[in-house]
């Protein structure tokens, strides 16, 4: 196999990548494995920050493409010396389930190839990848990795449900919301909820304000990196992004954004308008999209990462997430300075929250 860096206009990798994603062939597939999520996060977040760079790796079988590795080099520094640096997926701790993009059901050899590459030219780095789930492509690298307990992830089987059963799931607290949220659409002549397919940029707009005036400066869109990112991310993938809305005279007073593709729903973020609070439009519309979901025949709606209440209570099946460390080179002194570094920055960011 042969290890090539490259970058996102490379036209044969971009071929293969599309077409595999598209006809559903890849081993992992899900959303944040297709080249529109991975270019735009990498446009975004890893060309606009100098401690950064990019590195896309095609993996090639006797000069055929059967893998694409998307990465980027972070840089940790000190004034203007490297105290060391290290690799991460490209939408590292934003896109959940990431993963190598391949073909290959043995990807022992392609993973091999690409940390022999690595090695030899960043022997003083390591990889530190986050979110990694049971059934990614990790396993021929926990002999050599450190193994960390990730987050956990919840998601709602609708394989074989209908909405009785569905609801049944439910906790009796959220069952008494969705039927008073149920007869609220259903009797309000005002109300009206729908889905859209390829949000325009009116209602892409809208959602980003609903978000701010509900969570504040804590809204992820509160950064103004995180609004073009999710902008070029709606333009890019097009049909694969739904908004579920509910509206008052016309008005949308909530937004679920979700990712689509293959059998799955992918929920991602809400945005409220607080006036509404009364009519829990959130849980009216939580009910509804799941119930589109299952009525156009997808199998799960994955909640994706976080254990909040509010999932529980539609009675999920939970899983935890993975971080691997794999080290390239090196003593080990670099990974052990970065360990207790990222701790220090994990206390001090609880007893800020503390003293907020």
């Keep these: 196999m042969t290890v090539t860096p490259t970058d996102f206009d490379d036209p044969g990798l971009s071929a293969w990548w599309d077409e595999s994603y598209d006809t559903d062939v890849l081993i992992r597939n899900t959303f944040f494995q297709s080249r529109h999520w991975n270019q735009c996060w990498s446009d975004t977040f890893v060309a606009s920050d100098a401690r ?29 010396i490297t105290a060391w640096r290290y690799f991460l997926w490209i939408g590292d701790e934003l896109a959940q389930y990431p993963d190598m993009v391949t073909t290959q059901r043995d990807t022992a050899p392609v993973w091999e190839a690409a940390i022999g590459f690595l090695a030899r030219a960043y022997p003083d780095a390591w990889l530190h990848l986050r979110d990694m789930l049971p059934e990614s492509t990790h396993t021929s690298l926990q002999s050599r990795a450190r193994v960390l307990r990730g987050e956990p992830y919840l998601r709602l089987s609708l394989a074989g449900q209908d909405a009785q059963q569905y609801l049944a799931r439910c906790t009796p607290h959220l069952r008494r919301n969705i039927l008073r949220a149920r007869k609220q659409l259903t009797t309000d002549a005002a109300m009206h909820w729908h889905a859209v ?19 504040g400066k804590a809204s992820w869109f509160a950064d103004e990196r995180n609004r ?8 890019r993938a097009g049909h694969e992004v739904l908004f579920t809305v509910v509206e008052h005279a016309g008005e949308p007073v909530h937004i679920v954004a979700s990712y689509l593709h293959g059998d799955v729903v992918h929920y991602v973020l809400s945005g409220m308008d607080i006036r509404w609070t ?64 990222r701790r220090l920055r994990r206390m001090t960011d609880r007893s800020t929250e503390d003293h907020a």
């Design 52 to 80: 950064r760079t990019l590195m896309l790796l095609r993996i090639e079988d006797r000069g055929r493409i059967v893998a694409a590795i998307p990465l980027f080099l972070q840089r940790r520094a000190a004034g203007p």
């Design 197 to 215: 397919r390829d949000p325009d940029t009116r209602l892409i707009d809208r959602l980003i304000d609903l978000s701010i005036m509900r969570f």
């Design 228 to 235: 073009t990112f999710f902008r070029a991310l709606c333009a």
């Design 278 to 341: 009364h009519l829990r439009p959130g849980t009216m519309n939580l009910d509804a999209t799941i119930r589109w979901a299952m009525h156009e025949g997808y199998s799960c709606f994955d909640f994706l990462r976080g254990d909040e209440r509010y999932k529980r209570e539609f009675g999920p099946d939970g899983r935890h997430g993975m971080a691997l460390e794999i080290p390239l080179g090196g003593n080990g002194l670099r990974r052990s300075l970065a360990r207790a570094a």
